[in-house]
């Protein structure tokens, strides 16, 4: 039996064509992740409210291949990478859902107006619509607290920032009854805080709820990982922060 004895030109034309295909089919290849990404702070006067604080933001999703992976790596810093199984993966996706998303946010933000304002309801809702218009670029309900704290300064013509030489920034929810609910994404918050120079950092007090997983925890161990001087306040309740802010 004969073997063809392809030439070098060719084989060097086969080579072209399936180094790319076989790079293309790696970067394909199905991975579960969910990434979360350091992000910033921003006023709560940039999302309609006369108020002198800030909430955090990050940048967060989910992968589902290693394209994907590589991708978010060169969009974003200080990036952490969490793997999730078939079924986290599922109930990844069905939470992020824009629908729910929106519904968390709008109950969050409903919680807070109406803890600290004041009027009929359709001055309520007039409220709650103007503030989800101007946050409509800012994803999900761990601005909650401090929309909150930004509304009380609002009704009461407070400044708690003191002619701005104080930098307030916060993440919590605002629940029904004015407690401050966990959030996701502590390590790049406080990471976030640490580089706007933020002397007040408020976080959820949840560490008799959750135990290892709670907000509280996890920040000692970043704090202390990292080295951050950064000044964390947790607080269970609305109540709570504006004592402190108060008695600052």
Do not use: C, W
Not at 106 to 117: G, Q
């Amino acid at each position: 039996m004969k073997f063809l004895k392809l030439s070098k030109e060719v084989n060097i034309s086969i080579a072209i064509i399936a180094i790319p295909l076989i790079i293309a089919y790696l970067l394909m290849r199905p991975l579960h992740e969910e990434y979360i990404a350091k992000g910033d702070i921003a006023p709560v006067s940039d999302i309609g409210v006369n108020g002198s604080v800030h909430f955090t933001y990050i940048y967060s999703g989910y992968i589902d291949n290693y394209f994907d992976k590589l991708y978010v790596s060169y969009l974003y810093k200080d990036l952490d990478f969490i793997p999730l199984d078939e079924e986290e993966f599922i109930m990844y996706t069905e939470y992020d859902d824009d629908m729910v998303v929106d519904y968390y946010k709008e109950e969050t933000i409903s919680n807070a107006v109406y803890a600290t304002s004041f009027g009929d309801d359709n001055d309520f809702q007039e409220r709650i619509d103007d503030i989800l218009y101007y946050s409509s670029e800012y994803y999900g309900d761990s601005l909650g607290l401090m929309v909150a704290i930004g509304l009380i300064e609002e009704v009461n013509q407070l400044d708690f920032s003191q002619n701005g030489t104080v930098t307030i920034a916060g993440t919590g929810t605002i629940e029904y009854d004015e407690t401050v609910g966990s959030i996701g994404g502590v390590r790049q918050k406080l990471l976030t805080a640490v580089d706007n120079n933020v002397d007040i950092f408020f976080i959820p007090k949840d560490e008799d709820d959750y135990g290892i997983y709670s907000n509280e925890r996890e920040a000692r161990r970043v704090l202390n990982e990292e080295g951050l001087d950064l000044n964390v306040v947790p607080v269970e309740t609305l109540e709570e922060a504006i004592n402190y802010l108060e008695n600052y």
